[in-house]
């Protein structure tokens, strides 16, 4: 394991934010779904594509919180621009399981 400096850590902006909206990604090589997470007045809504087809049907998204890194470059996946890292956990075979407070947040708050 590295070690790094808290500032390294508090360059990583992570935020919580709402999720509006999901879809299947067309055409992904690996099933993916499309969120449109909505992180407040100061960020607002951003696309992510995340591989969690497992756990996840866009219809069981809608209203959840989740956690994502919101100051990474915009990344191609295909034809889609994501413009967030959604996070989430390995199980034990894997697929991903999101992260999320166990209460509600206002969206938009930073992770510290």
Known sequence: MTTIAYDDFSKVDIRVGTVR????????????????IDFGPEIGIKKSSAQITVHY???????????????????QIGKFMS????????????????????????????LF
């Open 57 to 75: 049907t866009p219809e069981s998204l809608i209203g959840r919180q989740v956690a994502a890194v919101v100051n990474f470059p915009p990344r």
């Open 21 to 36: 909206a999901a879809r299947p990604l067309d055409g992904a090589r690996k099933p993916a779904l499309i969120l449109e």
């Open 83 to 110: 413009e967030v890292l959604t996070l989430g956990f390995p199980d034990q075979d894997g697929a991903v399981v999101l992260i999320a407070p166990d209460k509600p947040v206002p969206n938009g708050g930073k």
